[in-house]
C-alpha cells in the first residue's frame, strides 16, 4: 500500500535541542496529522492539520500542513527525555468528520541523551 | 477514562492454527479500523467498519483474513491458517460518530507470532 515518506528515520538529540522531521507524499491530503507511539503501545494523536499553509502548536510542538497539500513538518522545541518514541505522520484524503481512512508514514525514531 | 481495548495483548501460535484478536470500541464510537505494524511495512491499515458494515478491506488477505463486528461494541480479526509472515502487531482503532476531528484511538495492540 501507499506510504508516506518521512524524514529522517532515526535521530538522536540532547535534551534541550530543538527537533524538525518531514514527511512528504506523492498525492494530496485533505488532512494531516502527526501521531506519537511509545514502546508497547498505540500511535497516540498529537496534532492535526486541516487547512493548506496550516500552522499549528501544542505545547512543544509545532506542525505544519504544507501549501500543496503534499507534505507537512513537526517541529519539538526544548526536547525532554519524554520525547522519545516514534513520530508518525499521517495523511486522511477524506474531508474533516467523514472519519476516513488515513495512510500512515514510516515514522521517525526519536531518541534523546541527557 | 475512554479507551480502546484489545485482547489478547500477546499471542504466540504455530503455522497453520486459527488466531482470533478482539477489539472493544470506545464506547458510542462507531468506525473502528484495523492495522497492523511491521518492521518492513509500517502501518498498514486493514479494513474498517462504520456501524458495523465493512467499507473497506482492500488492504486485507481475503484468502485468510477475515472480520466482523457482532455488534457496536465487538471487533473481530480472524486469520485462518496463520503464516509466519502474519507475524506483527496488529492494533484497532476508533472514531465516534460526527467526530470534528476525526481523531482515531488506538488500542494498545496484539503482538502475534506465527511459528
Known amino acids: 500500500g501507499q506510504q508516506l515518506n518521512q524524514s529522517p528515520q532515526s535521530m538522536f538529540i540532547q535534551e534541550g535541542e530543538d527537533v524538525s522531521m518531514n514527511c512528504t507524499s506523492s498525492?494530496?491530503?485533505?488532512?494531516w496529522l502527526w501521531y506519537k507511539q511509545d514502546p508497547g503501545e498505540g500511535p497516540v494523536l498529537l496534532i492535526a492539520?486541516?487547512?493548506?499553509?496550516e500552522l499549528t502548536s501544542n505545547g512543544r510542538l509545532t506542525a505544519q500542513f504544507g501549501i500543496t497539500r503534499k507534505d507537512s513538518f513537526l517541529n519539538i522545541s526544548a526536547s525532554i527525555p519524554s520525547d522519545v518514541g516514534i513520530y508518525f505522520c499521517?495523511?486522511?484524503?477524506?474531508?474533516?468528520?467523514?472519519?476516513?481512512?488515513?495512510?500512515f508514514g514510516t515514522g521517525t525514531r526519536l531518541q534523546v541523551t541527557l | 477514562d475512554a479507551r480502546v481495548t484489545q485482547t489478547p495483548r500477546h499471542k504466540v501460535t504455530e503455522m497453520g492454527q486459527e488466531v482470533t484478536m478482539r477489539c472493544q470500541p470506545i464506547?458510542?464510537?462507531?468506525?473502528v479500523f484495523w492495522y497492523r505494524q511491521t518492521m518492513m511495512q509500517g502501518l498498514e491499515l486493514l479494513a474498517y467498519?462504520?456501524?458495523?458494515?465493512?467499507?473497506?478491506d482492500s488492504g486485507m488477505p481475503k484468502d485468510r483474513f477475515s472480520a466482523e463486528m457482532p455488534d457496536a461494541t465487538l471487533a473481530t480479526l480472524k486469520i485462518q491458517p496463520s503464516e509466519p509472515r502474519d507475524s506483527a502487531v496488529y492494533f484497532c482503532?476508533?472514531?465516534?460518530?460526527?467526530?470534528?476531528?476525526?481523531?482515531?484511538?488506538f488500542g494498545p495492540g496484539t503482538r502475534l507470532t506465527v511459528l
Open positions: 499521517a495523511g486522511q484524503l477524506g474531508l474533516t468528520g467523514t472519519a476516513s481512512k488515513l495512510t
Open positions: 498525492s494530496i491530503f485533505n488532512t
Open positions: 492539520l486541516y487547512k493548506a499553509g
Open positions: 464506547l458510542g464510537h462507531n468506525t
Open positions: 467498519f462504520r456501524n458495523r458494515a465493512p467499507l473497506d
Open positions: 482503532a476508533s472514531v465516534g460518530e460526527g467526530s470534528s476531528t476525526d481523531t482515531q484511538y
